[in-house]
């Protein structure tokens, strides 16, 4: 089989042609696949500039609402009678704390027994520390259950007995009745 000068070119050639549209064919797949990663980072970059915008939105909210939280004048004047109740019971607990002052006629200051008074402080405050934390959960508890018992009662006062908030009730008068002076 011998192959004449003609053929070979045309074998080239026709090799030629199948090597540049392969070459051809692979830019096309290199081009696509590059428009389509660049469209998967671009969503990406979006979804998480969405993601961080959340995200900062939230925390401000948050902060928003810890501000206002702990804001007492705001508080105050939302709550007048939760804040009075609370200041009242705070200012109770807190002054029955120093309270070691005694009567003119208690035993605690009589200068005959000086003793009496430490071994008494002694004890109460063992006793004092060894139920510490009982304590303080009774005294969290108590609280708690003033300041609702409070709240419950601001809220009946400011509103009617079926539970809607109190309105001023302005009556007309009859027609035929004269305003009394």
Same mark, same amino acid.
């Given at each position: 089989?011998?192959?004449?000068?003609?053929?070979?070119?045309?074998?080239?050639?026709?090799?030629?042609?199948?090597?540049?549209?392969?070459?051809?064919?692979?830019?096309?797949?290199?081009?696509?696949?590059?428009?389509?990663?660049?469209?998967?980072?671009?969503?990406? @970059?979006?979804?998480?500039? +969405? %993601?961080?915008?959340?995200? /900062? &939105?939230? $925390?401000?909210?948050?902060?928003?609402?810890?501000?206002?939280?702990?804001?007492?004048?705001?508080?105050?004047?939302?709550?007048?009678?939760?804040?009075?109740?609370?200041?009242?019971?705070?200012?109770?607990?807190?002054?029955?704390?120093?309270?070691?002052?005694?009567?003119?006629?208690?035993?605690?200051?009589?200068?005959?027994?000086?003793?009496?008074?430490?071994?008494? @402080?002694?004890?109460?405050? +063992? %006793?004092?520390?060894?139920? /510490? &934390?009982? $304590?303080?959960?009774?005294?969290?508890?108590?609280?708690?259950?003033?300041?609702?018992?409070?709240?419950?009662?601001?809220?009946?006062?400011?509103?009617?007995?079926?539970?809607?908030?109190?309105?001023?009730?302005?009556?007309?008068?009859?027609?035929?009745?004269?305003?009394?002076?």
């Amino acid at each position: 089989m011998k192959m004449d000068s003609t053929d070979l070119d045309r074998n080239i050639d026709d090799t030629r042609r199948r090597i540049a549209a392969a070459q051809l064919s692979m830019v096309e797949k290199l081009e696509t696949m590059e428009k389509q990663i660049r469209d998967t980072v671009t969503g990406a @970059q979006s979804a998480i500039e +969405g %993601v961080v915008t959340n995200v /900062k &939105g939230t $925390i401000s909210d948050t902060a928003d609402s810890v501000k206002r939280t702990f804001d007492v004048p705001y508080q105050t004047r939302q709550h007048p009678w939760l804040v009075l109740g609370s200041s009242v019971m705070i200012g109770y607990l807190l002054g029955g704390r120093g309270a070691t002052r005694g009567r003119r006629g208690d035993r605690l200051h009589d200068s005959a027994d000086p003793y009496r008074h430490q071994l008494q @402080q002694g004890v109460a405050s +063992g %006793v004092l520390n060894q139920f /510490k &934390g009982e $304590i303080g959960s009774l005294r969290s508890a108590a609280v708690g259950a003033i300041i609702t018992a409070l709240w419950e009662i601001a809220k009946q006062s400011l509103s009617e007995p079926n539970g809607q908030p109190g309105k001023p009730k302005i009556s007309k008068p009859k027609q035929n009745e004269k305003p009394v002076r």
